[in-house]
Every structure is written in structure tokens, then in C-alpha cells.
């Protein structure tokens, strides 16, 4: 089994949602992080710092670490805005263009998945900004119906990575389907919208989720982690992430970015 890994980038900054509620809701999730014990005072108050000094994505640091262990990541920028995600194309150009000079791969995190105008916008823009012409898309929080996939395929992605399920990689209306196997919020957020676990029960609960892998001879196992966790203020989650790579590592699977696999299964 090789293993895919790949980062969602939500946030950028504190300040693109000063028009929304999702730093009254941050805050009240942190204080019940901590009033349940989910989270240590040290935590909670490095969350509050990071809200004053305007600090939201932890990118640099997480692609420092994935190139000293030679992750071969998928960091995935949305270039429009919607349903939280509202950073500017400023900010998300800067990124794209980033993450590609690290010598790391970059897709498009989608907003729109039922409007094929919209969709095809999405792609054109992120072409434009990235200068590549084959890239994959993961939607944001996942969304889609049944026209979703024909409309990626029709705006010309080269891939799709936002079905939930544990089964390996398909071909579907001409372009490739990479199923999301472990999530890190459905490690996190255990039927919460909070974090409700230690470490330990989570190292458990991936445990459990890589036998099912095994246990299904899947080929290759996708893995999500998102960037803003990378931080000491989301110890337990970091510690998660770093726990599970060498996890992976000490086990002999190989890391492969999607770009790869697809190379991989079509010869």
C-alpha cells in the first residue's frame, strides 16, 4: 500500500473573516476544548494569541516538515470564496505559488460544485494563477451531487479527491476518483464539533481506520490533514499528525502524491 497525503487550507488569516462568525464560534469550541480537558490552558491561550497577532495558517512549517520527511503532499487553495473559506485571491496566489517553488503539488479547494459555469471559473483562474495545466480538486467540505463529477471532468480537472469511502482509486466519466480514507476532523471531532479525544484514542481509532485499509488490499490510502492544525496550539492534533506519519513510515508504506499514483495505475 502507498500512501497520499494531502492538506486543505481553510484559513489564511484571522482578519478575511472579520464579516463572519467563525472566530465567535473558534472561540467558544476552544473554551470547550479546555473545560472538558480535550485541550491544556497552554493551548487555549496560544489560540488567543494567534487571533491577536493574525495568524491562522501554519503552511510554511507544515511543508518544512513533510520535505524533511519527504511527504510529497497536496496542499489544496481555493480560489474563490464560500461557506468559511474567504481569503483573498491575493492571499491564495501567494500560496499557490509558494507551495509549487517547495517543490510541492497544488489543487484547487472548490467552492462551487453544482454550477458547471462557476466550476469551470474556479479552474480557469487557478490555471492562470499557477501556471499548470493539469491539477486535481478537492470540494470543500466535500459537497457535490450527482452532476458534480461530470462537471469536473467537463471543466477539465485531472482529478477528483472528495468522496469519503474507503476504497482505492477509479476512473469515472473520464476523470480519476481518489477516495478520502482517513479525515482528520473524524479523528478529531468524534460526533462533536469539538474536540472530544486524547491522543491516545485517536492513535486507536487510526488504528483501526489503516486495518480496514489493509483489510480491503487497498492500493493506495488517501490521508487529510489541514495546515491549521500544524501548530502547538492544536498540540494533541499536531502531535497526531506527526504521530502518524512515522506511524506510516516505521510500517514501510510509501508516500506518493496523487500525480504519481495516477501515473502509477495508468501504466
Not at 502507498?2 to 489564511?12: A, E, F, G, N, P
Not at 483562474?125 to 478537492?138: H, T, V, Y
Not at 482528520?184 to 481506520?209: C, P, S, Y
Request: glycine share 6%.
Amino acid at each position: 500500500m502507498k500512501v497520499i497525503v494531502s492538506h486543505d487550507v481553510d484559513h489564511l488569516t484571522v482578519w478575511e473573516h472579520n464579516r463572519d462568525l467563525f472566530i465567535p464560534k473558534h472561540i467558544v469550541r476552544s473554551i470547550i476544548e479546555y473545560l472538558t480537558g480535550s485541550v491544556q490552558a497552554k493551548e487555549l491561550v496560544r489560540r488567543f494569541a494567534n487571533i491577536r497577532n493574525n495568524q491562522f495558517n501554519n503552511i510554511d512549517n507544515l511543508m518544512k516538515y513533510d520535505k524533511n520527511f519527504r511527504i510529497p503532499s497536496t496542499f489544496f487553495i481555493g480560489v474563490n470564496k464560500g461557506k468559511g473559506l474567504n481569503y483573498s485571491i491575493q492571499n491564495a496566489s501567494h500560496w499557490i505559488r509558494k507551495i509549487l517553488q517547495n517543490g510541492l503539488d497544488v489543487g484547487v479547494h472548490g467552492i462551487a460544485y453544482d454550477n458547471l459555469s462557476q466550476i469551470k471559473f474556479e479552474h480557469d483562474l487557478f490555471r492562470e494563477i499557477s501556471n499548470i495545466s493539469d491539477f486535481g480538486i478537492r470540494m470543500h467540505y466535500l459537497r457535490g451531487d450527482q452532476k458534480t463529477i461530470r462537471y469536473l471532468h467537463e471543466a477539465g480537472y485531472l482529478f477528483d479527491a472528495s468522496v469519503y469511502s474507503v476504497q482505492n482509486p477509479f476512473k469515472y466519466i473520464g476523470i480519476w476518483e481518489f477516495p478520502l480514507n482517513i479525515m482528520d476532523a473524524h479523528i478529531f471531532h468524534h460526533g462533536r464539533k469539538w474536540q472530544n479525544w486524547n491522543l491516545d484514542r485517536m492513535k486507536e481509532a487510526t488504528k483501526v481506520l489503516i486495518g480496514e485499509v489493509l483489510k480491503k488490499r487497498m492500493e493506495y490510502c488517501s490521508l487529510l490533514f489541514h495546515d491549521c492544525f500544524f501548530h502547538d496550539s492544536f498540540k494533541t492534533k499536531k502531535d497526531w499528525y506527526t504521530w502518524i506519519i512515522q506511524y506510516l513510515k516505521g510500517e514501510g508504506f510509501e508516500f506518493v502524491n496523487y500525480r504519481r499514483a495516477i501515473q502509477e495505475i495508468e501504466q
